[in-house]
């Protein structure tokens, strides 16, 4: 996987750029399909202007698509005219797409009625289809952009005001359906951001240790010799002692944790050990 993303990194600057877009492609219309087969039939607005077209269907029967359409469009130019930011066209092509998609599979026959499959299943759906259009660096528009709008005349955080935008929509969608409903979206909402984060990040299996221990020279040899990793010398001062205490820093897998434990209690009893879940690693000896 290392070896196959490496090969991809070193490609045509123009064919990293057409695979960028296919990304951004492949995964509106995940989030676009997701939408007509889980969310919008059991009636969960999972926030963002997918969940606003979802309350203004229940209410009106609009099309959602061109509920998405009317508000993305217009806030894709606004935030052009209030952010002055250079709004990249992946971001346009994603705003355009994803309704696309949700106007042609509309018809299509939803797997469950049942509200908490729907929130489940919609959730990974969603955070999948988005993980892979931010892997792609681009965007589907909706609160992200009302959130920065937001933040330039408020202060207040973007991260904060995503949030207060998506739980005025989870509040009106309790008053339009049902406040069960309302917790269904949140389950999708909760689902859809750790789905995200294993998207772009991946599952990780690698663990950070970070030891601090008087014998530390010879717990490194014994790490290089019987565990075969990498092992870093950090200088350290003690904090009580105010002496040098060199601290080992180490990047292995889960499996070899076990080990790497039993080694420092063998060498040293007293040595302070820290371990850490590693989100992402990168370099000789670990994928991708």
Known sequence: MASLYRKIMSLNPKVILALEYVEILVGAAI??????????????????????????????????????WAFNIPLFFLGIILL???????????????PLVVFLTQNVEPPTSNPLLG????????????????????????????????????????????????????????????LEKALYALISIYLTGKVIDIVQMGFSNSKMAIIISEREEEIRQVILNEIDRGVTKIPGIGGYTNNDRPVLMCVLDQSELTKL????????????????????VMGEGFQT
């Open 119 to 178: 929130a489940l299943f919609g959730g990974v759906g969603i955070g999948f289809g988005l993980g892979i259009v931010f892997r792609g660096k681009g965007s589907t528009g909706g609160t992200a952009l009302i959130g920065q709008i937001i933040h330039k005349f408020t202060h207040i955080s973007s991260g904060i005001s995503m949030v207060l935008v998506d739980g005025c929509i989870v509040i009106l969608s309790a008053v339009v359906f049902s």
């Open 261 to 280: 434990k039993q080694i420092v209690v063998r060498v040293d009893p007293a040595a302070f050990v820290i371990v850490s879940n590693s989100v992402e």
């Open 84 to 98: 002055g930011k250079d709004f990249s066209i992946k971001t346009l092509v994603g705003t355009i797409f994803l």
């Open 31 to 68: 989030v676009g399909l997701t939408f007509n087969l889980f969310l919008l039939p059991n009636e969960i607005a999972a926030g963002g202007i997918s969940g606003l077209s979802t309350i203004l269907h229940g209410l009106f029967g609009w099309s959602p698509a061109i509920v998405q």
